[in-house]
């Protein structure tokens, strides 16, 4: 079992725990806020999503090729099996670290560059070129992951607070947000090389029916779920295309990453502003590095961890087949290499706007229907799959399985991406790296078999996983809403003894809480009220100057 080396945060409250020793007053950072902070935190919202945007069109243009135009000796699921490996270890080590000596924002910065040499070798696809580039994605890709989910949590929570609305909906609708912006990523990144591919030789120079009409009986009847990438040798529509067209796709995707790096280092504001070291965190403490693999450890032994890793794993199997399985075994083996951006674009269309929709409808209809919407999309369209034959004279098909595996995709990414910071508020360093850990481990296990299996046996095991996702998820949720009744039982409990208190007080000293009947303190757990709220200050205005 892979573990995350990560800071998580020590609990704090009126009655703290045997163990745990309370704030000191250098440990306390105020959050003052004025009555335009609002609009910069969404200000800082739309910069971090739409370098990410950017960032992706880059990287998922290239990573939706992969498969296809790497295909000899599986290079391409090679580089991306390398890519996901190196994230599970780097959540292992670097993103406490990094993010310590860094700080959030220039840790986005350095992690973003390490994408750089990946799209690169794609001019020199070698194993030794690609694979080791790959690995650095992976290494820079967890102190990225981290550091954008604990950005968006904390000025979340900064922002519900001074607009006095729910911490779990902001968050969820941040997430929502920039979901939104990164899921257009699929549309600018497949747009970009479908063109380009299309326009060239590869593309036939005309329209894809002169491709299509090179592809036998033969070559379909291996198509879809009786694809195996060990049968496919000599397949007509899986040939590389010409080294021009991939020098073209490669500068403009490297282009790409070089302006990321660049709105991230200029217009996003430092995360201290929202208290980036605020009491009680350990990021404002040097900790030791068993310090820290103890707090990991902690943060695994947590029930609700563990019921989310069955989920969370999935998340990454999925993204994984629809970007390397689906492209290659029915849209590569069908239509060809040049509709692959197109089919795509569709995906991160439908994604994009649905990640908006559930992360704004939420509040309205709770998190629940909409996981169950996820999960039936999902459980339908890997059964359809197992059974359909994909062929060039019905590609509208293409696009609604492309379409609605994207609808599925963006209930995962907004809804677990909230549940992870409702649940896990005060630890939410090490609960979103973990969520980047297990992940990852779903895209290492897709992409590990990716070349030996068949897509059939794929998609077998896409719904053992998807079931055992949703069952942990439902404990989790009656865990949660238990929780919950309990705490305003207690709440209740808590002011009817106050009141009883002012009227007998002298009677009630040395009685045992428990014997008199009193309620039971409820054991505190990471669902409960965030204490950044403590220290956020509204600042008072007075003669246009705030106070």
């Known amino acids: 079992m892979f573990l995350c080396i990560l800071k998580s945060t020590v609990s704090h409250n009126s009655h703290p725990k045997a163990g745990f020793e309370p704030d000191t007053a250098s440990l306390r950072e105020k959050v003052i806020l004025n009555r335009g902070e609002k609009w910069r935190i969404l200000k800082n919202i739309t910069i971090i999503s739409f370098a990410f945007m950017v960032q992706f069109t880059a990287f998922q243009g290239t990573a939706n090729l992969q498969s296809s135009i790497n295909a000899t000796d599986g290079l391409g699921t090679v580089s991306l099996s390398a890519i996901y490996a190196a994230l599970v270890v780097s959540c292992i080590f670097l993103p406490t670290l990094i993010i310590r000596k860094l700080t959030a924002k220039w840790t986005l910065v350095?992690?973003?560059?390490?994408?750089?040499?990946?799209?690169?070798?794609?001019?020199?696809?070698?194993?030794?070129?690609?694979?080791?580039?790959?690995?650095?994605?992976?290494?820079?890709?967890?102190?990225?992951?981290?550091?954008?989910?604990?950005?968006?949590?904390?000025?979340?929570?900064?922002?519900?607070?001074?607009?006095?609305?729910?911490?779990?909906?902001?968050?969820?609708?941040?997430?929502?947000?920039?979901?939104?912006?990164?899921?257009?990523?699929?549309?600018?990144?497949?747009?970009?090389?479908?063109?380009?591919?299309?326009?060239?030789?590869?593309?036939?120079?005309?329209?894809?029916?002169?491709?299509?009409?090179?592809?036998?009986?033969?070559?379909?009847?291996?198509?879809?779920?009786?694809?195996?990438?060990?049968?496919?040798?000599?397949?007509?529509?899986?040939?590389?295309?010409?080294?021009?067209?991939?020098?073209?796709?490669?500068?403009?995707?490297?282009?790409?990453?070089?302006?990321?790096?660049?709105?991230?280092?200029?217009?996003?504001?430092?995360?201290?502003?929202?208290?980036?070291?605020?009491?009680?965190?350990?990021?404002?403490?040097?900790?030791?590095?068993?310090?820290?693999?103890?707090?990991?450890?902690?943060?695994?032994?947590?029930?609700?961890?563990?019921?989310?890793?069955?989920?969370?794993?999935?998340?990454?199997?999925?993204?994984?087949?629809?970007?390397?399985?689906?492209?290659?075994?029915?849209?590569?083996?069908?239509?060809?290499?040049?509709?692959?951006?197109?089919?795509?674009?569709?995906?991160?269309?439908?994604?994009?706007?649905?990640?908006?929709?559930?992360?704004?409808?939420?509040?309205?209809?709770?998190?629940?229907?909409?996981?169950?919407?996820?999960?039936?999309?999902?459980?339908?369209?890997?059964?359809?799959?197992?059974?359909?034959?994909?062929?060039?004279?019905?590609?509208?098909?293409?696009?609604?399985?492309?379409?609605?595996?994207?609808?599925?995709d963006a209930v995962w990414q907004t809804q677990i991406n909230g549940l992870y910071g409702l649940l896990f508020r005060r630890n939410k360093e090490a609960a979103f790296s973990n969520y980047r850990l297990w992940e990852s481990a779903g895209f290492v296990i897709a992409y590990a078999y990716a070349t030996t299996l068949c897509a059939r046996m794929k998609l077998y095991i896409l719904l053992a996983v998807l079931t055992l996702g949703c069952m942990g998820y439902v404990i989790v949720e009656i865990l949660y809403r238990r929780k919950q009744r309990k705490l305003k039982r207690q709440e209740k409990d808590e002011f009817d003894k106050k009141e009883k208190e002012k009227e007998a007080e002298a009677s009630k000293i040395g009685v045992d809480s428990n014997a008199s009947g009193l309620p039971v303190p409820v054991e505190e757990t990471d669902d409960e009220l965030d204490d950044l709220e403590e220290d956020i200050i509204k600042s008072k205005w007075v003669n246009g100057r705030a106070v």
Request: overall charge neutral.
């Open 110 to 408: 350095f992690s973003m560059l390490c994408y750089a040499p990946y799209i690169a070798f794609q001019l020199f696809p070698r194993f030794y070129t690609l694979v080791p580039a790959g690995i650095l994605v992976g290494l820079g890709a967890a102190p990225m992951w981290a550091s954008k989910a604990t950005y968006l949590t904390q000025v979340g929570q900064v922002y519900a607070k001074i607009t006095e609305q729910a911490v779990d909906a902001i968050i969820v609708r941040f997430f929502g947000f920039f979901f939104l912006a990164w899921q257009t990523a699929e549309l600018w990144g497949n747009l970009i090389s479908s063109l380009v591919l299309s326009s060239g030789a590869h593309g036939g120079g005309s329209s894809s029916s002169s491709v299509n009409n090179t592809i036998t009986a033969e070559d379909l009847q291996f198509c879809g779920a009786n694809f195996c990438v060990h049968r496919v040798n000599g397949h007509s529509n899986l040939e590389r295309p010409p080294e021009h067209e991939i020098f073209e796709i490669s500068m403009i995707y490297l282009s790409c990453i070089l302006a990321a790096v660049a709105i991230i280092a200029i217009f996003l504001d430092p995360l201290k502003r929202y208290g980036e070291k605020r009491k009680g965190s350990q990021s404002a403490q040097e900790l030791s590095g068993m310090q820290l693999l103890s707090a990991t450890f902690r943060q695994m032994k947590k029930p609700n961890q563990q019921l989310l890793i069955p989920i969370t794993v999935f998340i990454g199997m999925e993204q994984a087949f629809i970007g390397a399985d689906f492209t290659q075994a029915y849209v590569s083996c069908a239509l060809g290499i040049h509709q692959i951006g197109f089919v795509m674009i569709c995906f991160g269309v439908v994604n994009a706007v649905c990640s908006i929709l559930f992360g704004s409808v939420m509040k309205y209809i709770g998190r629940t229907p909409i996981i169950v919407l996820g999960a039936v999309v999902h459980f339908t369209l890997i059964s359809v799959e197992l059974f359909w034959r994909p062929s060039p004279d019905n590609p509208l098909i293409f696009y609604a399985m492309s379409g609605l595996w994207g609808v599925g």
